[in-house]
């Protein structure tokens, strides 16, 4: 199955790009870092803060998603039109598990599709978005780098996304086995959206006092 099968399917009309939960009808907002600011004096960065982040959505991610899933695992690259093309090894390789040959046979399955720049900006006809998916299980990826990367976009912190040339990649965990859709865009927060309010009220329930706001039909 590819992605954009499956999201005709089940999440119609639905684009890869933030902020998902806006798009869709049911959904959680979360607030990340428990309102601990990024620096501390003399513009130091308070670690304290990234580990409250790193755990919090680690612990999310463990709700929504067991290690024998179906995923897709998607990924927005940003580049200018005139740039090659983004390699796709600097975008998976390092959060795969795998190792030899099985890993690169999961390489050799991400499939790879160009769209227009997303996003307004000055000359935006100038760039354009390589998107990458691949079909894989959590326990096929070093799934706590992956979080700590999603949320260290605007920091000096590892590990980060490589890759990208324009603006950071956006990454998003499609769970095709609990039709759910988890994206963190930042140390901010992060946004759950699902088919059914009843697959994520658990979510809810448990970590109210992280909510932004949530929507269930």
Known sequence: MKIMEYMKERFQNLEFIPSIYNQWGIGIHFCLGENIYQLKEKEELNLKRFQVVYEQITIIFNELFEQNDDIFLVTNMYKHKKEKCI???KVYQPFLKCKNQKCKNHLNQ?????YPYPFEINKAEEYEMQQFSLLCKPRDLRVTELLKAASN???P???KFGGYSTDYPDVFFVNITKDNIFFIYDDRGCEVI???FKRIRHLYEKYHDWVEEYKCM
Not at 110 to 114: A, D, F, G, N, S
Request: hydrophobic residues 45%; positive net charge; glycine residues 0%.
């Open 87 to 89: 390699r796709k090894l």
């Open 110 to 114: 991400i499939l790879v599709k160009t």
């Open 153 to 155: 976009e605007d920091f």
């Open 157 to 159: 912190l590892k590990p």
């Open 194 to 196: 699902a088919l059914d």
